[in-house]
């Protein structure tokens, strides 16, 4: 009988040595973020929100040679408004123009510029802490086009700058922020930037 326990505690213990150690990230139900998407515009605020995204998951973020496998993805995304171009500009009593297509092109490359420049501002902030990270462009209703691309690309944070509206500027014209807080599908942070000192 003291045999049979001896062996069955050895096969106990054996069993017990081939089970691998489950790591924080592995075990069941507890997630890391891999992907943070930030949304920008010309303002100071988005690049805030940015720059504090940096600041602060820089090493989720970084681009180390074993974190490409395990690391984070920062994708910074820009939407352009759209350009109604089929919009008719009055000329008078009965008669409307339409805009010419020199015009219609010169607007879109403008765009496409702007564009550029904003995510070339955001690459390089990215880089100068050895970030991670992807640009896109999309063209549309900002905050419509923001929440779909959060669906799309399975986003697991994402990260908006608040411009400060009014309270009646935004009742009229909407916040982004506001909007992405009750449409996104994956938890928001909506990053303030801080209050100026006067001196």
Known sequence: MAEDQGTAAMETSKVEEKQPETTEAE???VTTTKRIMVAIDESDSSFYALQWVIDHFST???TTEGAEAEG???TVIHVQPPF???APFPAGPGATVYPP???IESVKKTQQETSAALLSRALQMCRAKQIRSETLVFEGEAKEMICQAVEQMHVDLLV???RGLGKIRRAFIGSVSDYCA???NCPIL???PPKETTS
Do not use: D, E, Y
């Open 182 to 184: 009750h449409h996104a």
């Open 101 to 103: 297509s020199l015009m």
């Open 160 to 162: 908006v700058g608040s």
């Open 60 to 62: 989720l973020l970084m």
């Open 190 to 192: 909506i990053v303030k």
């Open 84 to 86: 109604h171009h089929f």
């Open 72 to 74: 984070g993805l920062l």
């Open 27 to 29: 075990a069941p139900g």
